[in-house]
């Protein structure tokens, strides 16, 4: 018998029998973990297993590499700070989307579990929205593909760094990028520590993080399209950004 | 045993929602002690509503004619138009009684993994049906799920630019239940929407 007690987030769940589903959890030491769970497909216990939600799991299986069983007790969820807007719920949705389809099946993912409970705690900030392009970031990092915005690739200079690279990940000062610039990727100045940000530079964002991440994770390792969710979530900041100009 | 009538009849009973073999068994052995008063008429039954039931053609709900009888009847408020993610909810909010405007099956919520996409739904068709219908006020009337929410949200953004009043169903304490058993996500709700006395 094979057993262990842990914290976890939801991140799927999908139906199985009448009333069960298999969940799959972000869990805080055993990194992404699927497992059966009873009940949590029922009209009454549906709303405390959203992704989003913080558990106490206690996982056990008569073998370490089937299934398992799942024992779940919700402890906090996100959810209700993410129904009212749609831009939060886009952000939810993706962030469990992306962890469930790029994170590999129960490896240590301690890091961007804490991450992942940064970002929700935001949802109830008004700086939720870069805490997400952080998060992205982030995730990249976790599977190997970092972004390096300490200096310029070209010049090695720390100023005035405003594009990435799109075939280095690493930053561009604006002289060096100049004559490039329409082929590189623009770099929103609150990813360099700081800073005031609004739709034009989250969607700048989104659309870097989305760029590695297609490139780099989703193109390369399973020849996929990233989320139609995370497409939405792009075209709901960029969208409002063209209106507004 | 009873052969292989029997068993199929208790496979093909089993495979419903709720019930298990046993249940089945009980309620195959049922039916044989009423064969006239029970068996053959469910067997009637059931033969005419496989053939006789069919989606509506305006708002998709089920009903043995096209367009349905919520549809058809004259005495509904056409410019009430109420959207709702299943059949089983529209049934569950003509059973109250109190909604007189016509209805919208979606036929499910968007979800980013199980690749439901807005054109998997009836969306389109909505955005048809409103203009069609000179709709005043369309009420949302999906689950307060994620994705239930991101379906409405989805909704409001294609219906925007019209000019229709667009409503939600409210959010909070269920009549009759105690603080005490709520879960946390329904009590923020509800302190977040509460009114004033």
Same mark, same amino acid.
């Given at each position: 018998?094979?057993?262990?007690?842990?914290?976890?987030? /939801?991140?799927?769940?999908?139906?199985? +029998?009448?009333?069960?589903?298999?969940?799959?959890?972000?869990?805080?030491?055993?990194?992404?973990?699927? +497992?059966?769970?009873?009940?949590?497909?029922?009209?009454?216990?549906?709303?405390?297993?959203?992704?989003?939600?913080?558990?106490?799991?206690?996982?056990?299986?008569?073998?370490?590499?089937?299934?398992?069983?799942?024992?779940?007790?919700?402890?906090?969820?996100?959810?209700?700070?993410?129904?009212?807007?749609?831009?939060?719920?886009?952000?939810?949705?993706?962030?469990?989307?992306?962890?469930?389809?790029?994170?590999? !099946?129960? !490896? %240590?993912?301690?890091? /961007?579990?804490?991450?992942?409970?940064?970002?929700?705690?935001?949802?109830?900030?008004? /700086?939720?929205?870069?805490?997400?392009?952080?998060?992205?970031?982030?995730?990249?990092?976790?599977? +190997?593909? +970092? /972004?390096?915005?300490?200096?310029?690739?070209?010049?090695?200079?720390? !100023?005035?760094?405003?594009?990435?690279?799109?075939?280095?990940?690493?930053?561009?000062?604006? %002289?060096?990028?100049?004559?490039?610039? %329409?082929?590189?990727?623009?770099?929103?100045?609150?990813?360099?520590?700081?800073?005031?940000?609004?739709?034009?530079?989250?969607?700048?964002?989104?659309?870097?993080?989305?760029?590695?991440?297609?490139?780099?994770?989703?193109?390369?390792?399973?020849?996929?399209?990233?989320?139609?969710?995370?497409?939405?979530?792009?075209?709901?900041?960029?969208?409002?950004?063209?209106?507004?100009? | 045993?009873?052969?292989?009538?029997?068993?199929?009849?208790? #496979?093909?009973?089993?495979?419903?929602?709720?019930?298990?073999?046993?249940?089945?068994?009980?309620?195959?052995?049922?039916?044989?002690?009423?064969?006239?008063?029970?068996?053959?008429?469910?067997?009637?039954? @059931?033969?005419?509503?496989?053939?006789?039931?069919?989606?509506?053609?305006?708002?998709?709900?089920?009903?043995?004619?096209?367009?349905?009888?919520?549809?058809?009847?004259?005495?509904?408020? #056409?410019?009430?138009?109420?959207?709702?993610?299943?059949?089983?909810?529209?049934?569950?909010?003509? #059973? =109250?009684?109190?909604?007189?405007?016509?209805?919208?099956?979606?036929?499910?919520? @968007?979800?980013? @993994?199980?690749?439901?996409?807005?054109?998997?739904?009836?969306?389109?068709?909505?955005? =048809?049906?409103?203009?069609?219908?000179?709709?005043?006020?369309?009420?949302?009337?999906?689950?307060?799920?994620?994705?239930?929410?991101? =379906?409405?949200?989805?909704?409001?953004?294609?219906?925007?630019? #019209?000019?229709?009043?667009?409503?939600?169903?409210?959010?909070?304490?269920?009549?009759?239940?105690?603080?005490?058993?709520?879960?946390?996500?329904?009590?923020?709700?509800?302190?977040?929407?509460?009114?004033?006395?």
């Amino acid at each position: 018998m094979d057993q262990w007690r842990d914290q976890g987030i /939801i991140i799927n769940v999908k139906p199985h +029998g009448e009333h069960g589903g298999v969940v799959s959890l972000l869990t805080a030491e055993h990194g992404r973990h699927a +497992g059966f769970a009873h009940g949590v497909q029922s009209s009454k216990n549906r709303s405390q297993y959203e992704v989003g939600t913080i558990v106490d799991a206690d996982w056990h299986s008569k073998q370490t590499d089937s299934l398992g069983t799942y024992k779940l007790n919700p402890e906090k969820s996100y959810a209700v700070y993410a129904l009212d807007d749609p831009r939060k719920l886009l952000a939810l949705q993706s962030m469990s989307a992306l962890l469930h389809l790029t994170l590999p !099946e129960r !490896e %240590d993912a301690a890091g /961007i579990y804490d991450a992942s409970l940064a970002f929700l705690e935001s949802l109830k900030t008004e /700086i939720w929205a870069p805490t997400y392009i952080y998060w992205e970031i982030g995730l990249l990092q976790a599977l +190997g593909f +970092g /972004i390096d915005v300490s200096e310029c690739a070209a010049t090695g200079t720390q !100023e005035d760094l405003v594009y990435i690279s799109p075939k280095t990940a690493r930053a561009v000062s604006r %002289d060096a990028g100049e004559p490039y610039k %329409d082929r590189l990727l623009p770099l929103p100045q609150f990813l360099k520590g700081g800073g005031d940000f609004d739709d034009k530079a989250i969607a700048d964002g989104l659309q870097l993080s989305g760029y590695f991440l297609q490139q780099r994770v989703f193109g390369m390792t399973s020849n996929l399209n990233l989320p139609d969710v995370r497409h939405r979530l792009y075209a709901s900041f960029s969208l409002e950004t063209s209106d507004q100009t | 045993m009873l052969g292989p009538d029997f068993e199929n009849i208790v #496979r093909l009973l089993s495979r419903m929602p709720g019930i298990g073999s046993r249940s089945a068994r009980r309620i195959v052995l049922h039916m044989l002690d009423n064969k006239d008063n029970m068996m053959l008429p469910l067997a009637e039954s @059931l033969q005419k509503a496989a053939i006789d039931i069919q989606n509506c053609q305006d708002c998709h709900t089920l009903d043995t004619s096209s367009p349905c009888h919520i549809c058809a009847a004259m005495t509904r408020d #056409r410019s009430l138009l109420c959207i709702v993610e299943n059949v089983a909810d529209l049934w569950a909010l003509e #059973r =109250t009684g109190s909604y007189k405007g016509l209805y919208h099956v979606l036929g499910g919520t @968007l979800s980013a @993994l199980d690749g439901v996409s807005p054109d998997d739904l009836h969306i389109p068709h909505l955005i =048809t049906r409103l203009d069609e219908l000179q709709t005043q006020e369309l009420i949302i009337a999906l689950n307060a799920t994620v994705e239930g929410q991101t =379906t409405a949200h989805y909704i409001t953004d294609c219906v925007k630019g #019209r000019d229709i009043k667009i409503t939600r169903l409210a959010r909070g304490v269920p009549i009759g239940s105690a603080l005490d058993y709520l879960d946390d996500n329904t009590l923020v709700t509800a302190l977040d929407s509460r009114s004033a006395m």
